[in-house]
């Protein structure tokens, strides 16, 4: 299985750190986020990664190079305009296409959270299901929620204070509903995906777009856009300061075990 790293943002919530150097390249317990990332991906067998990025492009390419790609075959998709999450994935279609014929899921992984996430059973289900994408959700709260029907499947968005919290009924909460669902459910997204390569052939997007966008889209046309319910696994956004800090201390716990250096 091959896998992209998503590490083009600027991250400018983690100012002063992201001045002068790359979001990929911030540390947490002595590790750099994308050799986290990287080291989750290599747990899981995936030994053949495309990383895209922008800030301070050079000096993940040379990181990287100093460190013989961890041992992986890594490629870079640079971006000289930032392309968002859909843009960005539309750029390297071509790593995914290498293997004429191949319908081998590949996974797409924010390189700012880390997890506990079984992406092997993540995996599964998603062959299991027929999926064309299958995202990695919790109930949990944030302002940008994804909403889920019964079956498990995307049918809208949700915006606003508590928009993650499970209740898609919410007052003073927008909604954008794109099929019926009788009771769907709001969901907060982890920045992990599982994704059939048919996914390239219907992306009708251009320039910058967000994926989840595009699986708005899709869901509306009766794509199957599924939700992997992460609930029972550890997971952190490493988005802002006080994240690395909370971090910084569960891995000291020993919250997410497994994640050596590679």
Not at 47 to 76: P, S
Not at 240 to 259: C, K, N, S, T, V
Request: neutral net charge; glycine residues 10%; contains cysteine.
């Amino acid at each position: 299985m091959k896998a992209m790293i998503l590490a083009a943002g600027l991250g400018t919530r983690l100012r002063p750190l992201t001045d002068y150097r790359p979001k990929a390249l911030v540390t947490v317990a002595g590790r750099t986020l994308l050799e986290i990332a990287l080291g989750r991906l290599q747990s899981f067998d995936v030994n053949e990664v495309i990383v895209n990025t922008h800030h301070f492009a050079g000096m993940i390419a040379e990181y990287l190079a100093a460190h013989q790609n961890f041992g992986m075959r890594i490629e870079l998709s640079r971006e000289e305009v930032l392309l968002d999450t859909g843009g960005g994935l539309k750029k390297a279609a071509w790593f995914f296409s290498e293997d004429v014929g191949s319908n081998q899921p590949f996974i797409v992984h924010n390189v700012d959270v880390i997890s506990a996430i079984d992406l092997r059973r993540m995996a599964q289900f998603h062959l299991e299901h027929e999926a064309l994408a299958t995202l990695a959700v919790q109930q949990r709260q944030t302002s940008r929620a994804l909403l889920f029907d019964e079956a498990g499947q995307l049918c809208g968005r949700r915006s606003g204070p508590g928009a993650g919290t499970g209740d898609a009924n919410e007052k003073n909460l927008q909604a954008e509903l794109i099929r019926p669902a009788t009771a769907p459910q709001a969901l907060g997204f982890c920045g992990i995906h599982i994704i059939s390569p048919g996914l390239f052939a219907k992306m009708q997007e251009e320039g910058a777009f967000s994926i989840i966008s595009t699986y708005l889209r899709l869901a509306a046309q009766g794509e199957k856009i599924f939700a992997f319910r992460a609930d029972a696994y550890a997971w952190r956004d490493l988005g802002r300061h006080e994240d690395l800090d909370a971090a910084e201390r569960e891995f000291a716990r020993g919250i997410f075990p497994g994640i050596g250096r590679l």
